[in-house]
Every structure is written in C-alpha cells, then in structure tokens.
C-alpha cells in the first residue's frame, strides 16, 4: 500500500495555545490549517505515521532514525511540563528502512542516538493530531547535511519499506520556511528569505517536487530556512506519482515562514521520476575539459582499483610542458566532498601535479572519508591550476573574485581559492584562510596573492 498521504507543517511551540498564552492569535490561519491537517490525518486512520524533523537527532552525513521502543518528551523547556508525551514506534518499519538503506548505499540506521527525548519539531505537530486522533505508531527521522538528492533518495526508501509491509502509513514533514522575514524577527532580515518562502510555496502548490532538488544551498542558507530538507524527504515519498496538493496557509508575520501544505497521491505517473531527470540533467552538465577528465580518470583508477594512471597520451602541450600548482576540488551535488592541491608545483608537469592531487582529494582529505566506488557517478570534479604566488603589502590589493590567498604566519600557512561561493569579502577570505592555516586573530601575517585558470 502507498503512502496514504503527506503533510508539510511547521512547528512553532508558541502555536500551542498554553505555551503562546494568547500570542498564538497572531498565526490563527496557521492554527485552523494545522487543526485541518489533524482531522484529515484522522479520516485516514494511519497505523504509521512517519514524521522528519530538522531539531532530532542530526548528522553531517548519517540520517538517524530514532531506535528502540518508543521515546517520551514534554515542553518543559517552553515552561509548560504538564503537556507531555509518550510515543510508541514502528519498530518493523524502522528495521526494515535500516535494512534497505544498507543496500541502497544511504548512510542512515538507528546508531548515534544523542537524546532520546522526543524533539519539539516531532511535539508540535503531534500536539494538533493528538487532539483528534491518537491509534498509531511512529517513525521518526533527523535530516543531515547530505545533499538533497540524498534525501529525496531516502524518501523513495521509505515508500518502498511501506508499501513491502503493507502499513497504512502518512508522512508528516516537519519545518519552518525562512527565519529572515522581517526586521523584527528573532533573526533580523535577509533579501534571500522572502525570496525563499515564495519559491518554496510555489513549488509545493505545483507539486513540482523536482524543482526542490535545484535549491542552491547557499541561498538557502542565507534564507535561514529550517525545513527543506524534511519537505525533500517527503517528495522522495512521493516519486513516480501524480499529487494533488492544496495549500491551507502561508503566514510570515513573525519573521519566520509559516507553511502548511497537504499532498494526496492520485495514481503512478512515469512523468515524475524526479530524481532520475536531475540525475540525468546533471550527468550532462559534468562533462569537462581534459583538465577535469584526467582528474577523473585518476581518482576513478585509484579507488576502483588502487592503481595510478600514468600520464595519457594525447594531452594538450600546456598539461605535458608546463609546470604549475594545482587544486582538485570534488563535490557531491553541490556539497564538498574533498580538496587538496599543492601551491607550487611538485611534478615534472601539471598532469602528473593533477593526477596526484585527484587521488589525494578524493582518498586522503582528513576532513572526509574516502569516496566510495557507489559514490563515482554522482561527483563533480573541478581542477583549478594556480599562478605563482606574488607578495602583496595589504588586503587592499586583493580581489575575492580574481585572486586567491595565501596567508601565513612563522610556519603556519593557510590557502583559500578565488571567487568561491558565500566568500563575499576579502575580510572573509583572509579569515577563512587564518582558519584553515591555524593562524589565530592578532598574529602578525604577510599575504599572497596567486590566480587561478578554473576548469570545471
């Protein structure tokens, strides 16, 4: 059996009218929208209901599904014990999403668990239902920094463990929209917040699932949206089916957007294999120079095969005779998966300084772990070969967008590269650069600059 239906809801504890104490009037349309979710989730009368919350247990790059029996929590944090909660989970269900995301290579189980206490993004929304209906179990879920394709991924998993077990199941997707809606607010504005909430809002009254996976996440960080994830999920839930989806309400009057959508399955529709089509499209948009197809190469025959690739024939006379540093930097759907280079050369030319600097980004970075022949298909790979460093007298001649840093101090030395998404100023940059280099604020520095040809 499919899944019955999915919810997209906010949780704002001050919507519970004894934690608001009357400020919940403000968002009343967010209320009467929510109490419409609970009676509509009771017509169903699920057995399961499947909740993800940005505020459970969260990993960089594990998805975490909460373990055992059951978990208990109150708004006692929000002055307000007597409102408590005891849930039981669908420890079947759970199992069997453990089990499936192992063969699905999806870094998610029931390992990691830092509070078993339940969460107020999972309360909120089980405040409302418990009003109106209260015979189900629960299985609850954190997001992760993974990319969003990830997490559309492991929605697609989670339909499939319903619909093998047969369970009468609901998805409730919980999270606010932009935090940065009004000057006001508890988090002040950003241009990019309203911009958010109104694409995010337009796409969920399209049902255009799809669209959700194209979210930069740098705007998305700078919207300071808390739920993107949790509705990615969700839209997994939902691949290859046609939705009708109906938007209850949309407030921001608090500075934080406050969204509550429904989306009923109506039938199978090979049109909306979504994340097929993004996967498909980006395949396409990777293909690069031979600059960025030697890196590849290189990382591929190293870690399908643990063998070194010497250098092909048939390369550009600048690759073979030239000499010159060089940065391998490789993401996974927009999200750094390593990066390692070298300042000056160290090879006897720069395909040899891009064939080593490919193996060591992709098995040596000590920020991650090494990628995974699973993880081949979905890298984008970037090589960035460097000019020689020249000594600069201050910050005033450098240039976010035309030059990198180098900033050091006795033998500590820290790198960062040009014209590098969220670095918008060159106080930004020579910051990052102190960071990564160990260099603590105060310590007397001189500066390089250096350009880059980028190659993506």
Request: one cysteine or more; aromatic letters at 8%; charged letters at 30%.
């Amino acid at each position: 059996m499919p899944i019955l239906a999915a919810f997209m809801v906010p949780h704002p504890p001050m919507i519970v009218p004894m934690i608001g104490r009357g400020s919940e009037e403000q968002v009343r349309d967010t209320i009467r929208s929510y109490e419409r979710v609970a009676d509509e989730i009771a017509s169903l009368r699920p057995e399961t209901i499947i909740l993800t919350s940005p505020h459970a247990t969260m990993y960089a790059d594990y998805f975490h599904i909460s373990p055992g029996r059951g978990a208990k929590g109150s708004f006692a944090s929000f002055g307000v014990p007597v409102i408590s909660f005891s849930e039981t989970y669908d420890e079947e269900v759970t199992r069997r999403i453990e089990k499936m995301a192992g063969d699905w290579h999806i870094p998610a189980g029931t390992l990691g668990e830092r509070d078993p206490m339940l969460d107020h993004g999972t309360m909120v929304p089980l405040w409302f239902i418990r009003q109106k209906y209260n015979d189900f179990k629960l299985v609850r879920i954190g997001l992760s920094g993974l990319p969003l394709a990830d997490h559309y991924k492991l929605g697609m998993l989670i339909r499939e463990v319903v619909e093998a077990t047969g369970r009468k199941a609901v998805f409730v997707a919980s999270g606010d929209l932009s935090h940065k809606l009004q000057d006001y607010g508890p988090y002040g504005f950003a241009p990019e917040g309203p911009q958010y909430d109104e694409k995010i809002m337009d796409v969920c009254r399209r049902a255009a699932f799809g669209e959700m996976l194209d979210f930069d996440e740098v705007f998305c960080e700078k919207a300071a949206e808390c739920g993107h994830r949790s509705f990615v999920i969700m839209a997994g839930a939902l691949d290859a089916q046609r939705v009708e989806a109906t938007v209850l309400s949309h407030e921001d009057v608090t500075g934080v957007g406050y969204g509550v959508c429904t989306f009923y399955p109506k039938g199978s529709d090979e049109d909306r294999h979504f994340l097929d089509r993004y996967l498909k499209k980006w395949r396409k948009e990777q293909m690069g120079d031979d600059y960025v197809m030697l890196a590849k190469k290189s990382l591929e025959s190293y870690i399908l095969r643990d063998e070194k690739i010497d250098v092909p024939k048939g390369l550009p006379e600048e690759m073979l005779n030239s000499r010159a540093g060089a940065f391998v930097s490789i993401h996974k759907f927009g999200k750094l998966r390593g990066c390692i280079g070298t300042i000056l050369p160290t090879t006897d030319c720069v395909a040899e300084e891009i064939i080593e600097n490919a193996i060591s980004a992709s098995t040596r970075d000590p920020r991650f772990d090494p990628i995974k022949p699973e993880e081949l298909q979905y890298l984008e790979i970037n090589v960035d070969v460097l000019s020689e460093p020249e000594e600069i007298a201050s910050m005033d001649e450098l240039d976010v967008k035309k030059y990198g840093v180098i900033v050091s101090s006795g033998y500590k030395r820290g790198l960062l590269l040009p014209d590098l998404d969220g670095v918008d100023t060159v106080e930004e940059q020579v910051s990052i650069a102190m960071q990564k280099g160990g260099i603590s604020p105060g310590e007397k520095i001189s500066l390089q600059r250096f350009e880059v040809i980028r190659h993506r």
